[in-house]
T-cell receptor, first 116, second 115 residues
Framework: AQKITQTQPGMFVQEKEAVTLDCTYD???????LFWYKQPSSGEMIFLIY??????QNATEGRYSLNFQKARKSANLVISASQLGDSAMYFC?????????????FGAGTRLFVKA | GAGVSQSPRYKVAKRGQDVALRCDPI?????LFWYQQALGQGPEFLTY????????KSGLPSDRFFAERPEGSVSTLKIQRTQQEDSAVYLC?????????????FGPGTRLTVL
C-alpha cells in the first residue's frame, strides 16, 4: 500500500488565488511527522512546512498552511495568494516514529502551474 | 558554505563503471540521508547516518550501492558496476538531529546518467 498518496499530478491556479494540494498518508504509528517540500525546476528541495502527529493546531508558515485531518489521514497544503514563483513540484512526505526507522517517505508529487 | 553541497553536480558513466558521489552536510548536523530521485518521481530513501554510524541502509537497491561517513561529516555514496537503471538524481540531506520533527536540508543533487 502507498504510504503517501498525492492524487493530483498537475494543478493550475490563477495568480493571487489560493490553491490546495492534496496528500493522504497511511501509518499505524502514533508518532509521526508530515512535511511538504517544494522542488523548482532547478532541482533543489525546499522545506515548506511541518506538522507533528500530536500537534493540535494546523501548522502555518507565511502563505503556507497545512490542513491536518488526523482521522482522515490527510495533510493538505494550502498556498494562499499564489505567486508566479510558486510554480514547481510539491512533495508531501512522512517520517514514522516507531515502525519506519529513519526513512522519510515521499509522495509522487504534484506539479503546480501558476498562471498570470 | 551555509548549505549542503554535493559533487559532482553531473556525472556521466559508462555501464559497468564505478562512481563516487560526495556530500558535504551542514556543519554540526548529526543526521545525513541519501535519496534517489528518478525522473518525474519523488525521492526514494536509500540510507541514513547518525554521525558516523549507518543506522539504516534498507533503501539501498542492491549490494552494488555502498555509503560511508567515516568521520561523521562528509559522506560518499559509491555505486559499483553501474547499470542504466541507476540513472537518477542522487540527493543528500542533513538535519541537526534525528527525530521525526527535524527538518532536512537538501543539497542540489548529483545527476547520474549511465550510458
Amino acid at each position: 500500500a502507498q504510504k503517501i498518496t498525492q492524487t493530483q499530478p498537475g494543478m493550475f491556479v490563477q495568480e493571487k488565488e489560493a490553491v490546495t494540494l492534496d496528500c493522504t498518508y497511511d501509518t499505524s504509528d502514533q508518532s509521526y511527522g508530515l512535511f511538504w517540500y517544494k522542488q523548482p525546476s532547478s532541482g533543489e528541495m525546499i522545506f515548506l512546512i511541518y506538522q507533528g502527529s500530536y500537534d493540535e493546531q494546523n501548522a502555518t508558515e507565511g502563505r503556507y498552511s497545512l490542513n491536518f485531518q488526523k482521522a482522515r489521514k490527510s495533510a493538505n497544503l494550502v498556498i494562499s495568494a499564489s505567486q508566479l514563483g510558486d510554480s514547481a513540484m510539491y512533495f508531501c512526505a512522512m517520517r514514522e516514529g516507531q515502525t519506519g526507522g529513519f526513512k522519510t517517505i515521499f509522495g509522487a508529487g504534484t506539479r503546480l502551474f501558476v498562471k498570470a | 558554505g551555509a548549505g549542503v553541497s554535493q559533487s559532482p553536480r553531473y556525472k556521466v558513466a559508462k555501464r559497468g563503471q564505478d562512481v563516487a558521489l560526495r556530500c558535504d552536510p551542514i556543519s554540526g548536523h548529526v543526521s545525513l540521508f541519501w535519496y534517489q530521485q528518478a525522473l518525474g518521481q519523488g525521492p526514494e530513501f536509500l540510507t541514513y547516518f547518525q554521525n558516523e554510524a549507518q543506522l539504516d541502509k534498507s533503501g539501498l537497491p542492491s549490494d552494488r550501492f555502498f555509503a560511508e561517513r567515516p568521520e561523521g561529516s562528509v559522506s560518499t555514496l559509491k555505486i559499483q558496476r553501474t547499470q542504466q537503471e541507476d540513472s537518477a538524481v542522487y540527493l543528500c540531506a542533513s538535519s541537526l538531529r534525528g527525530g521525526v520533527n527535524n527538518e532536512q536540508f537538501f543539497g542540489p543533487g548529483t545527476r547520474l546518467t549511465v550510458l
